[in-house]
């Protein structure tokens, strides 16, 4: 019955590895995003994209890759993990990209890198 | 670029007590959301003001849209405990939202 699901809730990894986490929404929506939320709660978008296409890349490491194999998965991918990278990664859906439509939120994928 | 600034970052008041977040952008905004984050949680969408001077109430929360569309409050009357949690702004301009800060609310019951 989730609207929007991603996994994994947890991940723990050490510096150089690579991971991926993966979103899904069944509300039919057009638009899916990737939120990073920091230690002091800031929510700064990473990604957007609308019907599988990439519309917004803000200033991400390119060891950040996002992949959208249909409009209701948007999967991320990290290369190379860093310290600076940990964070609580949230992945969100719209019903387009405009704005007025309400995000909703998965619950996170907490990411400690060590 | 786009700011949305949100303050304060903390409060903590005794329950009962009102309470007031505010959200200050430095440019014109489409729309303003909030959301609302419990601790551990995810944000939550509340609400979403789209009108210059737009006033919407939701049992004890009252929202707020500025007349020059680049300011917004939240205010809280009466205080629970249930409260309790993170409350962010969000700017839509352009083609994306803009997170406030967030201010952080906390209830002493």
């Known amino acids: 019955d989730t609207a929007v699901s991603q996994t994994p809730k947890y991940l723990v990894t050490q510096m150089g590895n690579d991971k991926s986490i993966k979103c899904e929404q069944n509300l039919g929506h057009d638009t899916m995003y990737w939120y990073k939320q920091d230690s002091k709660k800031f929510l700064k978008i990473m990604f957007s994209?609308?019907?599988?296409?990439?519309?917004i890349n803000e200033t991400v490491p390119n060891r950040f890759s996002p992949k959208s194999p249909d409009k209701a998965h948007l999967n991320l991918h990290i290369n190379s993990l860093e310290l600076g990278d940990s964070a609580v990664y949230f992945c969100?859906?719209?019903?387009?990209?405009?704005?007025?439509?309400?995000?909703?939120f998965g619950n996170g994928t907490r990411l400690t890198v060590t | 670029g786009q700011q949305v600034m949100q303050i304060p970052q903390y409060q903590h008041v005794q329950e009962g007590e009102d309470f007031t977040t505010y959200c200050n952008s430095s440019?014109?905004?489409?729309?303003i959301q909030w959301y609302k984050q419990r601790p551990g949680g995810h944000p939550v969408f509340l609400i979403q003001?789209?009108?210059?001077?737009e006033v919407k109430k939701q049992k004890r929360l009252t929202f707020q849209f500025g007349e020059a569309k680049k300011n917004s409050s939240l205010h809280i009357t009466a205080t629970q405990t249930t409260d309790v949690g993170t409350y962010f702004c969000?700017?839509?301009?352009?083609?994306?939202?803009?997170f406030g800060s967030g201010t952080k609310l906390n209830v002493k019951p």
């Open positions: 994209y609308n019907n599988k296409e990439l519309i």
């Open positions: 969100a859906s719209s019903q387009a990209g405009q704005g007025g439509s309400p995000l909703h």
């Open positions: 003001l789209v009108k210059s001077g």
């Open positions: 440019t014109t905004l489409s729309n």
């Open positions: 969000a700017g839509w301009d352009f083609n994306k939202f803009y």
